[in-house]
């Protein structure tokens, strides 16, 4: 028996690729236009810089075109799934959705494209299947490296994409890292600790809450999904600090904290949080467990 | 505010105190006890101890006030056997304790005191199973009465002789207890009209948080909450207060003062209503 070739239907991820200004001009503009023109909604997601190039282009003023900061909106890239579906369901009556998504441009620390890159490949995942829409994500092939433009390539073509939790994270930078093992007596001690290295590190009240929360979510899983205990480790780097928190247990949903978890469903809110709360999140599971390190920028960036 | 969250005396509670004394020796509740009541003389309160031992035997516990023989005669000090306020063994009637607190109260400020304050070693009050949960709801009671009426209360139970889950909810339903991490990690108790949270609320704590919230919190009149001493509340915790003040709404309703501005992001983010 053979199988018939898919049918390239439902939702189409596409790489873009540009040299300069006026690349990145030729291929956006009649990508937005094209949507607006046909009756879509549109959703841009740009940097600063490219923001303003486009809005110089296109009608900004039409309503059926929106702009989002991507430094804000893709600060956490584990956020931009729930956002791209909450835009998704609010056009459900309308003419149909297009996007445009830049996460990944020049300088952006390697843990964060790292997270973009997976973000890309679960992309396919999260809208594979579903409703007809297209996500363009230009990539700036002038100063992005040759790897992250294969790898781009690469993630915009699978359709099944896998081992998206594999993989480990760079050992903490040599000199203060503090730490606990935590079961389920010492949630408090995990909260006072992360409290008390924030404070040390310079974090406003609320960024301090935010993580100690995010934090306490994350254990609290460990708790009771990751073998009843688990390992803190909290350490301050480049102007971030890092809350690393593992456990025994295995993560195998891809998906895991991506999307706002259903009001009726009392499990999968904890890493929903911590994805909304700090500023990166990374989550590695496999055979040996599971790792879900938490970054706040001591300052908001 | 009250004086509210982990004790580590019977010192410096107030004249509207209601604070849970767990021990495991006597002598322990009864130094306690001293230091409480001493503070009441002070402030010019009528004093009154509440205990199993037989009246002679209190006397001889309560020496160290000074005079003991003195103060009773003149009024200042009143002794107690359990027996002859409650009848151990049967769940408490909230009403007629109300009553009988309230009438003792009323008369010591008609004799010229500034009010009543009472410690009372009540471990065989909640001896027997059945018994228990009219108790922590008689607690909850009393301590809004505390806020309301010249009363102040020292609550002493003995650890050895009760479940650890009932202690907590005891603890819990003061707004003082010298039982701290990880016994107790919250509050529940009247303030200046509301009800109070203070303390820490996670996935571990939510379940009794939950629970005594609807016993602390009740509805038929308009409730208050003020979260303003609220240290710290998880998702898990929210979810219980949310569900708890949307199944008040329909029974004059459940406002929530004072969130910090973390429970806001948290209710925006899970799309939770207070």
Not at chain 1, 11 to 37: C, K, N, S
Not at chain 2, 79 to 107: C, H, K, N, R
Not at chain 2, 131 to 158: K, M, N
Request: aromatic content about 6%.
């Amino acid at each position: 028996m053979t199988s018939a070739p898919r049918q390239e239907v439902g939702f189409r991820h596409e790489a873009f690729f540009y040299a300069d200004r006026d690349q990145f001009l030729a291929g956006t503009v009649p990508f937005v236009e094209a949507g607006i023109e046909a009756g879509e909604t549109v959703l841009v997601g740009l940097p600063a810089t490219k923001r303003g190039l486009l809005q110089r282009e296109v009608d900004p003023d039409s309503p059926r075109l929106h702009f989002l900061s991507m430094e804000e909106a893709g600060r956490n890239p584990g956020r931009l799934i729930s956002t791209w579906r909450e835009f998704l369901h609010g056009q459900e009556d309308g003419g149909g959705i297009r996007g445009l998504g830049e996460t990944i441009w020049p300088g952006r620390p390697s843990a964060e494209i790292d997270e973009c890159q997976r973000h890309e490949r679960l992309l396919n995942l999260a809208f594979g299947g579903g409703p007809a829409w297209t996500l363009m994500c230009p990539y700036d092939a002038s100063a992005l490296s040759d790897d992250i433009l294969d790898a781009a390539q690469h993630s915009h073509a699978e359709t099944i994409p896998n081992g998206l939790l594999e993989g480990s994270l760079p050992s903490p930078p040599n000199g203060a890292t503090f730490g606990m093992d935590f079961g389920k007596s010492d949630l408090r001690d995990v909260r006072q600790l992360v409290a008390e290295r924030a404070g040390t590190a310079g974090l406003d009240i609320r960024r301090t809450e935010d993580l100690v929360l995010a934090a306490c979510e994350v254990a609290t899983n460990s708790i009771q999904h990751g073998g009843g205990e688990g390992a803190l480790r909290i350490w301050y780097e480049d102007g971030k600090l890092v809350c690393d928190i593992s456990d025994a247990g295995r993560i195998t949903d891809p998906l895991v904290g991506r999307e706002r978890p259903p009001i009726d469903r009392p499990s999968g809110r904890g890493l929903w949080i911590a994805n909304q709360l700090c500023d990166l999140v990374q989550i590695r599971s496999g055979e040996t467990g599971t790792q879900v390190r938490l970054q706040m920028g001591v300052i908001e960036p | 505010m009250r004086a509210h969250g982990c004790i580590d005396s019977g010192s410096h509670l107030g004249t509207d105190g209601h604070a849970c004394w767990i021990f495991d020796q006597q002598q322990e509740f009864v130094d306690a006890a001293l230091e409480y009541l001493t503070d009441g003389l002070r402030a010019e309160q009528r004093i009154a101890y509440v205990g199993s031992e037989p009246v002679e035997e209190q006397r001889e516990l309560l020496a160290p006030l000074g005079d003991v023989g003195g103060l009773i005669d003149n009024g200042a000090l009143q002794l107690f056997e359990l027996t002859d306020l409650y009848e151990v063994g049967e769940p408490v009637d909230a009403d007629v304790q109300v009553a009988t607190y309230l009438a003792a109260a009323d008369a010591a400020i008609a004799d010229g005191y500034t009010g009543l304050r009472v410690a009372a070693q009540v471990t065989d009050l909640v001896a027997e199973p059945r018994t228990r949960e009219a108790h922590v709801r008689w607690e909850s009671i009393a301590d809004r009465y505390c806020t309301t009426h010249p009363l102040s209360a020292f609550c002493g139970y003995q650890r050895g002789a009760l479940p650890e889950q009932l202690l907590g909810d005891l603890a819990a339903v003061h707004p003082a207890s010298n039982e701290g991490h990880p016994g107790v990690p919250f509050h529940l108790f009247s303030d200046s009209g509301n009800v109070a949270l203070s303390g820490e609320v996670d996935f571990f704590s939510a379940p009794d948080f939950g629970r005594l919230l609807e016993l602390a919190c009740e509805g038929g009149a308009e409730v208050s909450l003020d979260l303003t001493e609220l240290d710290f509340i998880d998702h898990h915790g929210l979810a219980r207060l949310a569900a708890h003040t949307q199944r008040l709404s329909a029974a004059g309703g459940c406002a929530v003062h004072n969130p910090p501005p973390v429970v806001d992001r948290l209710c925006d983010l899970l799309e939770l209503k207070l």
